[in-house]
């Protein structure tokens, strides 16, 4: 039954980080459309890239003992397809400094995992060390990892608007962390959980400053914008809005002129 029970949270967890790994497609779906990556930065996707490499290869029998920790494979494997397509993407719309950059924070990741790796599978003969080795390096690469909302809540107090910090992020964030700190603990791997000891309550922190300062712009009659999943957050829609109000008025003084006109001639 706690077998069951277990990988039914491993299973709610798989689906919650997939709506959360899945979250950056708006931001590059913009980044297609405009053919540029903006203000956009790389350095998020690739530390993610990095959270993903290394749990992919803790949960393969490799290093955890036979298959006890499949739902991270599953989860994992999903989200590095999902990075190397959002840094591919990034890439091919990025500048010359910005391919630059790229590089410089994509190899020393791809070269912190292979080294890793060999380690974990050639110098530590057991499962427990393999996953200890493996965990301790997993755990900074997710403490940076979940650390990142830091910059969005910051924002969020400065401004006191919640325009940089859409609510399904937070929640979908807090949700997962959660659900595998609760995974974690279930199958007794304080490895595996201690990152979202650090991930779960940054995520409630962030939905109870969503909660504060919407309510506080809705009490002051402030419009907020439609939020997007991605922290990046442009409203074109309301770009596109303005500038047909713009037109629209040139049309009506340019009519009213030449009404003004004709009348004129005819006198």
Partial sequence: MEEKFRLAVGIMGNAASMLLYSAPILTFARVIRKKSTEE????????????????????????????????????????????????????????????KKVVMFTVPVVLVFCA?????????????????????????????????????????????????????????????????MAYGLLSHD????????????LGMLQLVLYCVYR????????????????????NDNTIDEKNQRINNKLVVTTRDDDDDAATNGKK
């Avoid at 989200?79 to 591919?88: A, Q, R, T």
Wanted: net charge neutral.
């Fill in 215 to 234: 309510k506080r712009g809705t009490n002051n009659h402030v419009e907020q914008p439609p939020q997007k999943w991605d922290v990046e957050n442009y």
């Fill in 190 to 201: 304080l490895i595996l959980a201690a990152p979202n000891l650090v991930g779960s309550p």
């Fill in 40 to 99: 956009f930065s790389c350095v998020p996707y690739i530390i993610a890239l990095l959270n993903c490499f290394l749990y992919t290869w803790y949960g393969l029998p490799v290093v955890s003992y036979k298959w006890e920790n499949f739902p991270v494979v599953t989860i994992n494997g999903l989200g590095i397809l999902l990075e190397v397509s959002f840094i591919i993407v990034y890439f091919y719309f990025a500048s010359t400094n910005g391919k």
């Fill in 116 to 180: 890793v790796a060999t380690l974990s599978a050639f110098v530590f003969h057991d499962h427990t060390h393999r996953k200890a080795f493996v965990g301790s390096v997993g755990l900074v690469a997710s403490v940076a990892m979940y650390g990142s909302p830091l910059v969005a809540m910051k924002q969020v107090i400065e401004t006191k608007s919640v325009e940089y910090m859409p609510f399904y992020l937070s929640f979908f964030s807090f949700l997962a962390s959660s659900l595998w």
